[in-house]
């Protein structure tokens, strides 16, 4: 994601890309935020969008990334505002599908980093049962988090289950996630 990503941004000059900037722009940050590079991130950020971006499709892909970067750096009211946002967006265009980017269980996150549970129970819960969510990496991260709120039974099985997702469709980033997980779980 990384290198594809970079790779776009500089076969074209930063104006070329107009709103559109905000998908390989939002990758970048997401990758670099997810390596554990939050100078590269906050750096990337720093760098001027145009107007009218953040109000884009491809804007909420920047500002879904922003949210995980604030996230990641415990700047949790700043991520849970970023991730509303796309919520907001999306309802609005009648494009409110995880697959696009999945708001509610990203905002449940903040929300459980500020210690509010029941916030993010409704959040989780309804992300679980919209449409297409089923065997997605979606429902894999909503599951693991959810287990975060279980009871100590509920939590391994929501965890083994997100642990399958996570395995099949190869995303190494959430498997090492939900294996933290395990290991605090079995360790409580």
Sequence with gaps: ?????????????????????????????????????YERAAHLLAKPVPGGMLDSRWGLHYQYARGQYYLATHH??????DFRSCGELMRGWNLDSAGIVPWRTSAAEAWLRLGNTDQARL????????????????????????????????????????LDIFESCGDRYEQARVLADFSRAYNL
């Design 123 to 162: 959040l989780l819960s309804d992300q679980l049962a919209r449409p297409g969510v089923d065997g997605s990496r979606v429902r894999g991260a909503s599951l693991r988090l959810l287990a975060a709120i279980s009871a100590p039974a509920t939590r391994l099985q929501l965890l083994a289950e997100a």
């Design 76 to 81: 949790y009211h700043a991520a849970l505002a």
């Design 1 to 37: 994601m990384l290198f594809r990503s970079q790779e776009a941004l500089d076969a074209l000059p930063t104006k070329a890309w107009g709103v559109a900037i905000g998908l390989p722009l939002g990758c970048l940050v997401l990758a670099a935020t997810r390596s554990g590079e």
